[in-house]
């Protein structure tokens, strides 16, 4: 479920509609947007199962003026460091100009008979900043079969810092539109930031 939006009320509102602990992650973001005010957002909340548990996962997103701010909040079970279950919220807040990518993955289904606005069956949005990177290496060769002699290894390096799926089946067509929209925003935002 994706809700997306520009206002600081809308944002408050789309958190309660998740149902996902609506206090405590209110509380997170508005505490890192602070009295800014919201451009956009997007709030997308995830089942995932985990062995033998159902767990949830909310992630919102929020751009201002100045800032982008990712907010994550996971629940875990009871172990063995807490005798009751809890919830963890992270926040992090991100200077436009940082933002080095917004990459937006678009699968559409029957692409033969592709109409302008015709909506995605699913999107992943990612957007890097530096703080993760993905490194895939593997052993590197001549292209020559018959030589043995070591030649190191290559690879490549992938900001990685967010990743965001969300499908028409599994989130609905709104949520799709939602996320569409957000990250336009941002890429704009994004735009806008550099060639000041």
Not at 7 to 33: F, H, M
Not at 58 to 81: G, K, P
Not at 139 to 150: E, K, R, T, Y
Request: net charge negative.
């Amino acid at each position: 479920m994706a809700k997306t939006g520009t206002t600081t009320q809308g944002l408050r509102a789309a958190i309660e509609r998740s149902g996902y602990y609506p206090t405590l992650v209110a509380e997170a973001v508005q505490a890192a947007v602070g009295g800014e005010p919201v451009v956009s957002y997007l709030v997308h909340q995830e089942t995932t199962f985990d062995a033998n548990e159902v767990r949830r996962h909310v992630t919102v997103l929020v751009l201002t003026d100045t800032r982008f701010i990712v907010s994550h909040t996971d629940e875990q079970a009871a172990d063995a460091t807490s005798p009751s279950p809890y919830a963890t919220t992270s926040t992090e807040s991100v200077k436009l100009g940082r933002i080095s990518s917004v990459v937006l993955s678009r699968v559409v289904a029957n692409p033969e008979s592709y109409t302008p606005g015709q909506l995605p069956r699913e999107v992943v949005l990612t957007i890097g900043w530096g703080a993760v990177a993905r490194l895939d290496l593997e052993p590197a060769s001549c292209g020559d079969p018959n030589c043995d002699a070591d030649h190191g290894y290559t690879g490549s390096s992938t900001a990685d810092d967010l990743s965001l799926r969300v499908s028409e089946a599994g989130d609905g067509p709104d949520s799709v539109r939602e996320t569409l929209a957000f990250a336009q925003a941002l890429s704009e935002a994004t735009a806008a930031t550099s060639t000041r």
